[in-house]
């Protein structure tokens, strides 16, 4: 069974500072990795996914994140936040053998000026 | 555009009384899913359906029905509702793939039940 923790359920970060939110993942199987991001009122869309070959994946409004093997860690990283970047993120696994779709618990990133 | 639907947005009912919540989607997506968010649990997987007329439950589907007469609806069935059904609603789609788990998500539907 696969299983998704987020290491922060809230980030406080002033503007302009750098961020990372945290996921680590445990799987018997490979996996494909993604982030998702909520903001406020609205639904959740894909920020990036990591399927394979570089490890490093770079996703819409900024956001990067690494995938680590060995570590078992998907950690989403922005080297500078705007305001517009407040909202709950979500990490999630998916077994490349097929299965479904296992979300984390969610962080919420507070960008303040 | 493409886009998932749900109605309604929000919902508020008494424990009981039957009710639907509505889910389309217009991308021609095979797979359709339900998902339930509470403060802390992150999502959770209700039920899904591969295609027309397959539907398996996920991790909480007590309470729950859905059906998939059509490809582009889904909708969720709470035949008795009670207070712990208290959540925030998403419907979700993809089409198969390495990549079949991009999901595109509808808008959301808040339900309080008293």
């Known amino acids: 069974a696969q299983s998704v923790t987020q290491l922060d359920s809230q980030v406080p970060v002033f503007e302009e500072a750098p961020v990372e939110l945290r996921c680590n993942y445990s799987?018997?199987?490979?996996?494909?990795l993604f982030w998702y991001v909520q903001y406020p009122n609205q639904g959740l869309q894909l920020l990036l996914k990591?399927?394979?070959?570089?490890?490093l994946v770079k996703g819409i409004n900024g956001f990067e994140a690494e995938f680590n093997k060995s570590q078992t860690s998907f950690h989403l990283r922005k080297p500078s936040v705007h305001i517009s970047d407040t909202a709950e993120y979500f990490c999630?696994?998916?077994?490349?053998?097929?299965?479904?779709?296992?979300f984390g618990q969610g962080t919420e990133l507070s960008v303040k000026p | 555009e493409a886009q998932v639907t749900q109605n309604p947005r929000y919902l508020i009912t008494v424990t009981g009384k039957k009710l639907t919540v509505t889910c389309s989607q217009n991308?021609?997506?095979?797979?359709m899913s339900w998902y339930r968010q509470d403060p802390g649990l992150g999502l959770r997987q209700i039920y899904y359906?591969?295609?027309?007329?397959?539907?398996d439950k996920g991790d909480v589907p007590e309470g729950y029905k859905v059906s998939r007469k059509e490809k582009r609806n889904f909708p969720l069935i709470l035949e008795s509702p009670s207070p712990n059904q208290t959540s925030l609603y998403f419907c979700?789609?993809?089409?198969?793939?390495?990549?079949?788990?991009?999901?595109?998500f509808g808008p959301g539907t808040r339900l309080t039940v008293t």
């Open positions: 979700a789609s993809s089409s198969p793939g390495p990549s079949s788990n991009e999901q595109y």
């Open positions: 799987s018997s199987v490979s996996v494909y």
């Open positions: 990591y399927l394979s070959g570089s490890t």
């Open positions: 999630a696994v998916y077994p490349n053998q097929g299965g479904k779709l296992i």
């Open positions: 991308m021609n997506h095979e797979y």
């Open positions: 359906s591969m295609n027309v007329e397959v539907t």
